[in-house]
Nanobody, 120 residues
Framework: QVQLVESGGGLVQPGGSLRLSCAGSGSIFSVAAADWYRQAPEKQRAFVAHITSTGSTNYADSVKGRFTVSRNNAKNTVYLQMSSLKPEDTAVYYC??????????????WGQGTQVTVSS
């Protein structure tokens, strides 16, 4: 059973930084693209950032220039570095891994989420 475990969330003041990690079991990130999503209270889950298996990235407009997604395939971990945080960044952040195993079976896994709260 593949698992994704997010960590690194917490309470931070506006303008501060946090780095989220998403650790995958097995070698999932050697074959998967990864996404970060977030869900604020009473709002739908929204896309934040994407990174392909080869490291290409794209971001939601709301986080461009402030957030950076990266990956370390050797550690089977994807990161989301968040800077210049704003109160509107407050949400539960989720990691997603999607792709195909070498034998062709598609997969799509989610982590349990980590809370980020930006408040003074």
């Amino acid at each position: 059973q593949v698992q994704l475990v997010e960590s690194g969330g917490g309470l931070v003041q506006p303008g501060g930084s946090l780095r989220l990690s998403c650790a995958g079991s097995g070698s999932i990130f050697s074959v998967a693209a990864a996404d970060w999503y977030r869900q604020a209270p009473e709002k739908q889950r929204a896309f934040v950032a994407h990174i392909t298996s080869t490291g290409s990235t794209n971001y939601a407009d709301s986080v461009k220039g402030r957030f950076t997604v990266s990956r370390n395939n050797a550690k089977n971990t994807v990161y989301l570095q968040m800077s210049s945080l704003k109160p509107e960044d407050t949400a539960v952040y989720y990691c997603n891994a999607a792709g195909k195993w070498p034998w062709g079976t598609a997969f799509d896994y989610w982590g349990q989420g980590t809370q980020v709260t930006v408040s003074s």
